[in-house]
């Protein structure tokens, strides 16, 4: 697994000035960097009644990043300002290849060894934690949900397969991860579009004209605000119910 590192803590603001901060986790693939949002809603905790977890704690979604880019992406940022407020501490994960300055994501089995070393820095303050990130990160959760006893997968533009190339399914990733799940996906994501998916023990919620990253048509579609309102209020529905 990996620890959180004592040595190399990130900050990206005070608390005060941007109501997250950044710690460096290490890994077996190298350091990774977890950005926290904390939950500001107080009401969303676990009472001491529930020997299940800790008294206080509140329920973490943490998101992993996709291949092409990093937690700068549009639909994990739009996640990470709108869930606090409901309860739901944030947790936008880094690769340690992001972390490193590359430019190409590593094999499937050096995204999960990190995805692993950080888990139990995500797990450290007793809260169910939901597994989840957009694309390569979405795959990520879905692989390792049932062995790192994720309470739920939020897969995000997940990639169904190849642009173009159907026959090349990814869906067993999908249909594996042994928790409840939720894609949110967008209506023409080359990737797979939501009417592709087989049918299985998960829940899907289109966001309407999105491609792979959610962007919409300025001249068709909703908008990019209510695109991004239609996501987040799917995340925060499915969430009040899973955790």
């Not at 009472?47 to 992993?64: E, F, H, I, N």
Request: glycine letters at 14%; proline letters at 9%; one cysteine or more.
């Amino acid at each position: 697994m990996g620890h959180v590192s004592n040595t190399e803590h990130v900050s990206t603001g005070t608390t005060e000035e941007t109501g997250h901060r950044s710690e460096t986790v290490d890994t077996d693939a190298g350091p990774a960097r977890i950005t926290w949002f904390p939950a500001t809603d107080t009401t969303k905790t676990f009472p001491a009644t529930d020997t299940t977890k800790t008294p206080g704690a509140r329920p973490v979604l943490a998101l992993g990043h996709g291949a092409g880019g990093g937690i700068e992406a549009r639909d994990l940022q739009a996640l990470a300002a709108a869930l606090p407020a409901h309860g739901v501490t944030v947790a936008l994960v880094e690769q340690p290849w992001r972390v490193a300055g590359k430019r190409l994501a590593p094999a499937p089995k050096t995204l999960d060894t990190g995805w692993r070393g950080l888990w139990p820095a995500l797990t450290a303050a007793g809260a169910p934690v939901v597994a989840g990130g957009r694309s390569a990160g979405a795959r990520v959760a879905c692989r390792t949900a049932a062995e790192l006893g994720a309470r739920a997968v939020l897969a995000l533009s997940f990639p169904l397969h190849p642009p173009g190339r159907p026959e090349k399914s990814r869906a067993d990733e999908l249909l594996g991860t042994g928790v409840p799940t939720l894609v949110v996906q967008g209506g023409r994501d080359p990737f797979g579009r939501p009417d592709e998916f087989p049918p299985g023990e998960y829940e899907i919620a289109e966001v309407p004209y999105g491609d792979h990253g959610f962007a919409v048509p300025k001249m068709t579609g909703p908008g990019q605000d209510a695109a991004m309102g239609i996501l987040t209020a799917a995340v925060t529905g499915w969430l009040a119910a899973v955790v």
